[in-house]
């Protein structure tokens, strides 16, 4: 797995909406809490429902965790291992990825998606990367308002020719469950101001998947 080094300086603001920390997991919990929640079954049936729409030869997967959704997406499209690049502001994060798929041989960065393409890991000669499925699931809800412009445009000026942004994040509000930090972003109106072409979103659940094209 290639190395790309990392840059985490950047800080993010308070929570809103009144939520409240989760607490941490170890790694064994961390993969049961996602195994066992029905809720989660029915996202990744839906997310991997709408990409059997597309057509992709190359994944830059944003956030991958432990790889719960990689490990599905090669699963299904085994060929995009030859071209599959992961970021993540957690090194841990990206070992877990590759612990849990030891045959893949990754490129991947460690970093934030959300610093200006002029800084950090983006001014690496191997950015920024070009992809047919660029895919963020439960991530840009993790981003600060004051962020969450430049999390986009970056995200959207990854996309390859003819390929296309797909999101997953909780739109609904949860109350009285707490979890991490979290915002409800207006996705739509960001991905326009960014240069959306088209936005198709499927509601599942309390979360919304988007598919961005530009």
């Known amino acids: 797995m290639a190395n790309v080094p990392s840059d985490v300086s950047d800080t993010h603001g308070t929570q809103l909406d009144g939520i409240h920390d989760a607490q941490p997991y170890d790694w064994d919990d961390y993969e049961a809490y996602f195994r066992d929640k029905p809720a989660y079954h029915s996202q990744e049936e839906a997310l991997m429902a709408i990409l059997s729409e597309l057509s992709f030869e190359s994944v830059f997967e944003v956030g991958p965790g432990f790889g719960r959704i990689t490990a599905l997406i090669l699963n299904q499209w085994p060929a995009v291992a030859q071209d599959y690049t992961l970021l993540d502001i957690s090194e841990a994060m990206i070992e877990a990825t590759s612990k849990?798929?030891?045959?893949v041989d990754f490129l991947y960065f460690i970093g934030s998606i959300s610093v200006p393409l002029?800084?950090?890991?983006w001014a690496s000669p191997q950015l920024p990367i070009k992809a047919d499925l660029v895919l963020a699931v439960e991530v840009l809800m993790h981003i600060h308002p004051n962020e969450i412009m430049q999390a986009v445009d970056n995200l959207l000026g990854a996309i390859s020719?003819?390929?296309c942004l797909v999101t997953v994040d909780w739109t609904v509000p949860r109350p009285n469950e707490p979890f991490g930090q979290n915002w409800r972003h207006d996705y739509p109106n960001?991905?326009?101001a960014a240069g959306a072409r088209t936005i198709q979103a499927t509601?599942?659940?309390?979360?919304?998947i988007y598919v961005v094209e530009v």
């Open 190 to 192: 960001l991905f326009l």
């Open 161 to 163: 020719d003819n390929g």
């Open 100 to 103: 849990n798929l030891p045959t």
């Open 118 to 121: 002029d800084a950090g890991i």
């Open 203 to 208: 509601l599942v659940g309390l979360q919304t």
